[in-house]
Nanobody
Framework: QVQLVESGGGLVPAGGSLRLACATS????????MAWFRQAPGKERQFVAR????????YYADSVKGRFTISRDNAKNTVYLQMNSLKPEDTAVYYC????????????????WGQGTQVTVSS
């Protein structure tokens, strides 16, 4: 059974940092590109960042470029999202996805998803 479990969310003041982690099991992690998405209350799910299965390539939404960094540790089957210079508009539930079918800002229908972790940035 495939499982993705996010952790590291919390409440942080504007300008602060958080590091999210997504631990996976039940899949061959090194065969999957990984991604982070987020969803704020009342809004649609939004793409944040992607990383290739080797970790050689990354892709970011313009809204987070230069502030967020996606990385992965294939030995630990885990993907990370380092978030710096956080803004109140970054407040959302953050989801990780294991996705072999897309390299764009839209997840493929076959992607696996975690349950999400709440990030709240106070002004």
């Amino acid at each position: 059974q495939v499982q993705l479990v996010e952790s590291g969310g919390g409440l942080v003041p504007a300008g602060g940092s958080l590091r999210l982690a997504c631990a996976t099991s039940g899949l061959t992690f090194s065969n999957y590109g990984m991604a982070w998405f987020r969803q704020a209350p009342g809004k649609e799910r939004q793409f944040v960042a992607r990383i290739s299965w080797t970790g050689d390539y990354t892709y970011y939404a313009d809204s987070v470029k230069g502030r967020f960094t996606i990385s992965r540790d294939n030995a630990k089957n885990t993907v990370y999202l380092q978030m710096n210079s956080l803004k109140p508009e970054d407040t959302a539930v953050y989801y990780c996805a294991a996705d072999r079918g897309s390299w764009g800002p839209v997840a493929s229908p076959s992607a696996y998803w975690g349950q999400g972790t709440q990030v709240t940035v106070s002004s």
